[in-house]
């Protein structure tokens, strides 16, 4: 069954003076979807969940939620709602008093006005707080503030930029599992815009990876992460090795070579790589392994990759070690293995490792 769309962004672009700040995105957010807009700070995510909410209008292309062309309607007449990174929060009034602010202009009985107030908060688990003051709350309290003040209206759409940046970290990864638990909760569709590759992996449904006002990859955490479509979301999500490497030949696996020219396999590939150019290989450090060396390096698997490194840096992290290894002249990586049994880490530097990975984990790239 095809999901129904709740926004369709349609060819937008918008423009100040000179600068292109978004420029032709096409996007479907579908209903009852947590959809994040990810990319570094000035690459348009903002500006598009404004356009959105209709604090800017596109100087081309059309915005609709529920089919319907939002390019008449004022901010308060559109079915959405906003959080920002600023609680902007009323100093002078409770918890509750708060949280009924939006409900001004509907015009509601005050028995009715006190049951979203009183449902909105359960939602957010801050039952009980109406008469407490913005300046008695934690920051996370503030934020679960904001959040029922949105959700109150009951929008169709709730709209959310960067609502965590303020917070610290342990208490915002707290609020990313909350969040998400209120999104299923309460089943609307969220748009939520993050410079935090982390926190759109943990939280979204799906991602738009942006740079430069321009769509790049849209797709899962799992598909964002394992399957990146370029160099710019390899780089930008996570942590990964580029390599730099010749495309030999196409096959299965593709043939590869780097450095001085050691053979790798490879499965994955970026289109518009060709045979004979120079390309990227993106292999992340988690699926790189480390081994004693054997004396026959060849692998019995056509699929696997069994280099020769020497260890130049060991940092230890806790749940992993950090293993920074040469392996050609001119050519380290990265691996990251986890510590399972407790004990110091397993190599030092200057060890002699093997460097092992499967090629279903190596994308080559455009250089």
Request: net charge neutral; aromatic share 6%.
């Amino acid at each position: 069954m095809t999901q129904p769309v709740a926004i369709e962004i349609r060819d937008v672009v918008k423009q100040f003076g000179a600068v292109t700040a978004v420029d032709h995105v096409n996007l479907q957010i579908y209903a009852g979807e947590f959809f994040s807009l990810l990319g570094p700070s000035g690459c348009g995510k903002t500006t598009t969940l404004r356009m959105i909410a209709g604090f800017e209008s596109p100087t081309q292309g059309e915005i609709l939620i529920d089919g319907r062309d939002q390019s008449p309607f004022p901010p308060y007449k559109r079915p959405v709602n906003t959080v920002f990174q600023q609680y902007a929060l009323f100093p002078h009034m409770n918890v509750g008093q708060n949280v009924a602010f939006g409900l001004e202009p509907l015009k509601l009985s005050s028995e009715e006005k006190r049951r979203r107030v009183n449902d909105a908060l359960d939602l957010v688990q801050l039952p009980g707080m109406e008469a407490r003051r913005p300046n008695q709350l934690s920051g996370g309290q503030q934020q679960r503030v904001a959040l029922a003040r949105a959700l109150v209206r009951q929008p169709k759409v709730l709209l959310l930029d960067e609502p965590l940046g303020a917070l610290d970290l342990k208490l915002r990864k707290a609020m990313q599992v909350e969040l998400k638990l209120l999104q299923h909760r309460v089943g609307i569709t969220f748009v939520y815009v993050t410079h935090d590759q982390e926190e759109a992996l943990t939280m979204s449904d799906r991602i738009a990876v942006m740079d430069r006002g321009r769509v790049l990859q849209i797709g899962t955490p799992y598909a964002i992460y394992e399957q990146p479509a370029n160099r710019f979301v390899a780089d930008f999500i996570g942590e990964t090795n580029l390599i730099p490497a010749r495309l030999e030949a196409l096959g299965t696996p593709i043939q590869v070579r780097i450095g001085q020219g050691i053979p790798v396999p490879a499965e994955r590939i970026e289109q518009g790589v060709h045979v004979g150019e120079q390309a990227l290989l993106s292999i992340r450090p988690e699926k790189v392994h480390l081994q004693p060396p054997e004396v026959d390096r060849t692998p019995l698997n056509p699929n696997l990759a069994r280099l020769p490194g020497r260890v130049e840096q060991v940092i230890y992290l806790g749940t992993d070690t950090r293993y920074l290894v040469r392996v050609a002249d001119q050519v380290s990586l990265v691996a990251r293995m986890q510590n399972l049994n407790g004990t110091e880490d397993r190599f030092h530097t200057g060890d002699a490792v093997d460097v092992i990975w499967d090629a279903h984990h190596a994308r080559l790239l455009k250089e």
